[in-house]
């Protein structure tokens, strides 16, 4: 069984939700994931990069959740925060 990433809860609306982000040597070779999925999360930064809407991720990933890929910013938002304060 693969290892999920520690401390990758994610939070969405001030709520803990399930785990968004796993790593797993066995699944896309241990790059980050979107938990239950195949999908890395490079590739929602690649598409925003881009210019594409998270509308348009998620046409391309029906397999990841909205809900996941809000929480995945969430954190982002607030780990480059707290790295700049």
């Known amino acids: 069984m693969g290892d999920v990433v520690p401390d990758r809860a994610l939070r969405y609306d ?3 939700t399930r785990q968004v982000i ?3 040597p066995d699944v896309m070779g241990g ?3 979107f ?7 490079q ?13 348009e991720f998620l046409e391309g990933f029906p397999s990841v959740e909205r809900e996941q890929v809000i ?3 969430e954190q ?7 790295s700049v304060s």
């Open 76 to 82: 982002a938002k607030d780990r480059l925060v707290e």
């Open 71 to 73: 929480a995945f910013l």
């Open 31 to 33: 790059t980050a994931v």
């Open 43 to 55: 590739t929602l930064l690649d598409y925003l990069e881009a210019g594409d809407t998270i509308d």
């Open 14 to 16: 001030g709520f803990m």
């Open 22 to 24: 796993s790593r797993d």
């Open 35 to 41: 938990s239950g999925t195949r999908v890395p999360v």
